[in-house]
């Protein structure tokens, strides 16, 4: 079997191991903004103000940011940074036309019975419960003291705007084999987040003046494995050489000139990362051919089993996700099963597994570049698909008591979990996800 852990327990135990060599950690506290020098160069981040009230106004509590500089900054944001999404269009560090393509991850953490439990065991599957042109599949976990992580990955180019990841996930669970796993056992905690599945042709350039790219905030993820740790401490490695070389080795940066990481990429090329995600790169796009599922699942065993992605071509990306979705009058509407609340839940009866908590008077942290677009555009377009796509019920289409008759959009930022699906699939591109106060969230207990 596998040894199978959680990974946020793992970053806590490697946050007390980084601090044992010296390292400094910033325990709740969030990167709000990058410092550019003149000449384009990044010289570091800022961290956000804290103790201000949601019309940005500071109140008693009130502590300014602070600014972090250094000679070579390393984003590691994760999967759509909310940093790294702006520095990557700023520094024009894709190609016209090359964007990342996302999937999003719904899991809960489970205690069953004894004697169904078989610690180390995995399982994957495809497809069920969604039709054959929309990408995704399941998982299950059996971890240690008889827990079990289970989940659906649902990719977010899907195009039915009916569709809710959260409530295809609850279909996932009454299948059968997954019921009767779950039949007798607890929840005991609930979360979600994108993932990158674009692959080697959706990376981007790796380095600019003044830092790098490493992890998933680039997009090292093996989609057919869903596996990425691996890549992204392997990354953070290769980064960490190149940063010594530059700075101690070869003592670049002492009069201000910025550091340029070229040697980080040209390592990567020649690592084992590279060869992993070239081997693959096929894999994901190999589903939007005419076939949808079908199609992929057959040049997916053929290319991992046998070709190992020596072909002399590569799949592009239809489209990016938001631009995927289509309209209503395309589509019906999906008759989703009421939950049974024994191993399938309402929406609000998983948030509050999360343990997930903001500060009431704080800016919101999900905002909107304008406030009218989603009642004009996006309720009349996709019936409000927020509403859907969200899997913690932060977005809703309520009555309108200043315009009888009409809806206002309203946003329950209390409810985050941060999993920045609205920021990616959005389909006017018009929520962007920025961070909360430092500490605010998910508790990320065991998930």
Known sequence: GNYIVSLSNVVKWLGEKAEELGVDVFPG??????????????????????????????KESYTPGIELRGKVTLFAEGCHGSLTKGLIRKLKLREEG??????????EVWEVDPAKHSPGDVIHTMGYPLNYSTYGGGFIYHMEDNKVSLGLVVGLD???????????????????????????????????RALVEGGLQSLPKLFF??????????????????KGTHNAMKSGILAADSAYKAIVTESKGQDGTPIVMADYEEAFKASSIYQELYEVRNVRPSFHSPLGMWGGMMWSGLDTMFLKGRVPFTFQHAHPDHAMLQPTAMHQPIDYPKPDNEITFDLLTSVSRTGTNHAEDQPVHLRLKDSTV???????????????????????????????????FQINSQNCIHCKTCDIKDPAQNINWAVPEGGDG??????
């Open 374 to 408: 989603e009642v004009k555009e996006n309720l009349p377009l996709y019936a409000g698909p927020e509403q859907r796509f969200c899997p913690a019920g932060v977005y809703e289409y309520v009555d309108d008591e200043a315009n009888p008759g009409k809806k206002r």
């Open 442 to 447: 998910p508790q990320y207990v065991d998930t």
């Open 158 to 192: 899907y195009q039915n705007p009916y569709l809710s990841p959260y409530k295809e996930f609850q279909r996932f669970k009454a299948h059968p084999f997954v019921t009767n796993l779950l039949k007798g056992g607890r929840v005991l905690s609930y979360g979600a």
């Open 98 to 107: 090359q964007f990342q393509t996302y999937g999003l991850g719904i899991k």
């Open 209 to 226: 003046p003044g830092g790098a790219l490493i992890g998933d905030t680039a997009g090292f993820l093996n989609v057919p494995k869903i």
């Open 29 to 58: 506290t969030a990167a709000s903004d990058i410092i550019f020098a003149p000449d384009g160069s990044v010289h570091g981040i800022v961290t956000n103000d804290a103790g201000v009230d949601k019309g940005f106004k500071p």
